[in-house]
């Protein structure tokens, strides 16, 4: 069985660059507690309006095709990982296909609701679909425009310092060694905590709210004002929320346990790590799982210093600078890792 293997790489990230400074100017923050706390200096934005989830899915993955040698008409299959797409539904992963202008209808589109862990979890199902021979050059995006859903008043400050827009994609293939590709991935769920770091609306869960009527259901247009009274207006539960020191602690357990479990499978140690990308959530929680591995500096790849957390698109957009900058090289044993919202947390090992 051939596993996956990364043929092509690409990332976009909006031109308009947002410092902690700029922040400053729209809610009570210093640029001094972002950096201690996040290790973030700035932050792309998009284009409002203009820029979307998709259309910059489609730039990255212009790259990524490219890189990979084919067309966009040899793409079978598009996995699409967002916490912000351009609509309720339909998801992404349509959207970016008509983006492309694959007119093809053999493909498949796939969206994927995993927030920060959204790319390794793409990643493994990209792997099961090539080992088990359905398709041969999968799309696999992560996107996100997170401008368009922050709170910029000083109540959404500790959300939304640590969020920028961007995207990345890969182009997977079945690889011809099997020593070489995806080796193993690992996925991780635990829906204990899934409203301490969530966006509550628009959802179905305010159903809660509706008042004891004796045909069951209220008509359609007073449904619709209790959804918009109750979750969107009065409990700003259209912005995100967030136990930032929850998902800090379980976040550097996680971490370090699900990439051991990744070595373990396949008989490796930290040592022969080559090149750990993490998701980029906050620097701290990257040096921390550094600390915890004893990894050396150059073996432990991280750009939220640049971009801020972009969620899904994190790993890919890191993953393909690194390979830019030449720190990830042909044979190299990469380690990805993520956790994130819901909880959920995954890694994967890939011989380069
Ligand atoms: N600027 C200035 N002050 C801020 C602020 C900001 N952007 N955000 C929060 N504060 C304030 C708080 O209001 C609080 O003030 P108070 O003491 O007067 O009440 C103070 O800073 C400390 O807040 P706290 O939430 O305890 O800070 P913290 O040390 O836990 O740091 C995070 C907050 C969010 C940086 C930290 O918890 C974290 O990194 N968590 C993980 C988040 C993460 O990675 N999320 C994505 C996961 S994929």
């Known amino acids: 069985m051939p596993n996956a293997k990364i043929a092509g790489i690409g990332f976009y990230v909006p031109e308009q660059v947002v410092t902690n400074f700029d922040l400053m100017k729209v809610m009570d923050t210093s640029d001094e507690w972002i950096r201690e706390r996040s290790g973030i200096i700035e932050r792309r934005y998009g284009k409002k309006h203009e820029e979307t989830p998709t259309t910059m899915a489609a730039e990255a993955a212009k790259v990524a095709i490219e890189r990979a040698g084919i067309s ?8 699409f990982a967002t916490l912000s797409p351009d609509y309720y539904f339909p998801g992404c992963g349509v959207l970016l296909q008509r983006e492309l202008g694959i007119t093809k209808t ?6 994927i609701r995993n927030q920060c862990s959204g790319f390794i979890y793409g990643l493994s199902v ?7 021979g359905m398709y041969k050059n999968i799309l696999l995006i992560g996107s996100e425009m997170h401008s ?9 400050r500790a959300i939304t310092a640590l969020f920028g827009d961007g995207a990345g994609a890969v182009v ?13 991935t690992h996925l991780h769920s635990d829906g204990t905590h899934a409203e301490e770091l969530a966006m509550l609306s628009p959802g179905s869960h305010g159903g809660k709210h ?16 209790i959804f918009v009274y109750d979750n969107l207006l009065e409990n700003k539960s259209y912005y995100p929320q967030m136990d930032g020191q929850l998902v800090f602690k379980k976040a550097v357990t996680k971490f370090p346990e699900v990439i051991m479990e990744a070595l373990t499978k396949t008989g490796y140690t930290p040592a022969d790590i080559d090149m750990l990308v993490p998701h980029q959530a906050n620097l701290r929680i990257a040096q921390f799982v550094q600390k915890t591995l004893q990894l050396p500096d150059d073996k432990v790849f ?10 899904a698109a994190s790993i890919p957009i890191a993953l393909c600078e690194a390979w830019e900058q030449g720190k990830v090289k042909e044979g190299d044993l990469v380690c990805l890792a993520a956790f994130g919202s819901g909880f959920t947390w995954g890694s994967a090992l890939i011989r380069w």
């Open 302 to 311: 991280n750009n939220i210093m640049k971009y801020g957390n972009t969620t």
């Open 106 to 111: 053999e493909i498949g589109a796939l969206d």
């Open 126 to 132: 990209a792997d099961q679909f090539i080992k088990s």
């Open 148 to 156: 368009m859903g922050l709170d910029f008043s000083t109540r959404g």
């Open 172 to 184: 997977l293939q079945p690889s011809e060694d099997e020593n070489k590709g995806v080796l193993t």
């Open 72 to 79: 966009k008409e040899d793409i079978d299959f598009i996995i």
């Open 210 to 225: 509706l008042p004891d009527v004796d045909f069951g259901f209220p008509p359609a247009d007073e449904l619709g004002e």
